[in-house]
């Protein structure tokens, strides 16, 4: 395996958390510059498996981050459990526990990434999320 590579697709996950937590939690200037540095670590084809089993490709995700940016003010993303599941040339599969601290609640799920790592630019490609019941 390449370490530098899982290196770089682990410290993904913390960066995409960061930026998602802003715009979720973040002022509307924040919000919005948050969006702009996420979007692009998405690739064109990204598709993801949300929490509820919708499978929704990289413009509903762009919605949705619109619809929801400052919209949870107070929440806080932990990330934890980061594991490197598979990886073949540039391509890094993980899994890892996303949780969300929000007005004394918390809500976690299982989460698993294909990111891509080619060239320094990281472009994920799929994400699969399954709700964890507390």
Known sequence: ???????????????VHA???TIF???????RAA???LMPMFAESFSMVTTAGA????????????QAAGGRPGLRIEIGEVATVWQAASSVAL??????HLNGSATARWATAIVDCADG????HYLHETALSR
């Open 1 to 15: 395996m390449n370490k530098t590579y899982i290196q770089a697709a682990e410290r993904s996950v913390h960066d």
């Open 19 to 21: 930026l998602i937590q």
């Open 25 to 31: 939690a973040g002022e509307p200037g924040m919000a």
């Open 35 to 37: 969006m702009d540095q």
């Open 55 to 66: 499978v929704v490709q990289l413009p509903q995700v762009a919605a949705m981050f619109e």
């Open 95 to 100: 899994r890892y526990q996303e949780t969300h």
């Open 121 to 124: 630019a990281l472009r994920w």
